[in-house]
């Protein structure tokens, strides 16, 4: 036991300096010129996606055993004991860096669960902790916009403040998919005004306080980050903000962001790989991680599954990312669970869109993936997707009753 809790010492050390470094380390780049015809996307959503509206649902008895096992996971139950990770803890804090990522994670892990369930419960208590991180929101960064702000005081050119694009983006799109939650389950007086609170707020105080500092009153973007992982949530933030606002001009931001994506996927074998950059921002080859490494690819399927439940994304583009999960990142080496990136620590030959030719890539040596990335990231989430019944596999010998993903992946299996 002492030694798991060192291990895990040690890999949130290391995950919270690649974070640092993910922040400050990533300068501007020039952009590449090269920007051929995008692949076609129906720009409509997939009318067969799961509700999200309280409702009966037929549940599985399997289901129902994982659904009362998700319950009970410390994070998940009020006042659990997993302590900076717990459900109220983050909705409490405050803090910026805890809403943009494991808030974010586990929410949108519960929203997943319920999705399938119909099970109101796990859309109280996501608001529960919703209303813990609204009564934080404060406005001193000194241009009258309410919102969270960016805890590290070794790091005085970020602490305190709410600057960071990447980090904002990432708990806004969160914000968003709560409050369409609880639109469309307005019948209840208290979700109604919630979700009536958090549009004003993503409009009149997000929105505007961004458009404000980057001097864009009209227009897309107002926001970006070039990375995978807060790119997908950005795709999140602007489907959302269409669907809770009704006006197009955020499904049509939306519809381009997704052909960007497009134009960074690569195929390999029955599987898709990604940069860890959006090269179509930036330069090729300007950056390390050529291939997005494990962690963060962990963040990119949390939010790439949520869009797939909610019918975004495609069935075949759902499979693939599920075979990323089963085909290159679970691959069975003896040291690790998971791949050093999302194309299973090799390189190789693949034919990548944005340059619309085979390109080489050769990714650097990074460190694998362990369990409590699977246990806290989206890996598991592709569960619905995955042919080969792997993924469920994982998550029932992982769960060890602290995290919901394991819990949220066999419920997700269970209704394919």
Sequence with gaps: MKNDMLASVAVIESHTAALRAEILMLPDEVVVEVTPEPTPITPTVDPRAPSLKIRDVPLTDTQKLWLGRLKACKVYAPGGTREEYDLDALGKSGRLNDMSRHANLQLEQVISAFRVTGDGALVRRVYEVMQF?????????????RGWLYYNPNDLKLHNKDTTTM????????????????????????????????????????????????????????????????FTNSVQLMHYLGDLTGEAKYHTERDRLIRVVRKELMVKGSSYVWPHIVNSYRAVGNYGWIFQK????????????????????TEEDMQRFANTVTDNMLDGKAVGLLSSN????????LYYPLLGKVTHFNPPAEPRGTGWEWKTRGYALLARWDETGEIVNVSERLHDGDFIAPAVSVILGASR
């Design 133 to 145: 991180a609204r009564a934080t929101l404060k406005a001193n960064t000194g241009d009258g916009f």
């Design 167 to 230: 980090e904002e983006i990432m708990a806004h799109s969160m914000v968003a998919l709560a409050a369409r939650l609880f639109d469309v389950n307005r019948d209840v007086p208290e979700y109604a005004e919630a979700a009536d609170f958090w549009i004003d707020y993503l409009v009149n105080e997000f929105e505007a306080k961004w458009r404000k500092r980057s001097n864009k009153p009209t227009g897309f973007p107002f926001i970006e980050k070039d990375l995978f992982h807060p």
């Design 294 to 313: 494990c962690s963060y690819s962990g963040e990119t399927l949390n939010a790439v599954a949520d869009l797939g439940l909610e019918g975004v994304l």
């Design 342 to 349: 999302c194309s299973g620590d090799t390189g190789g030959d």
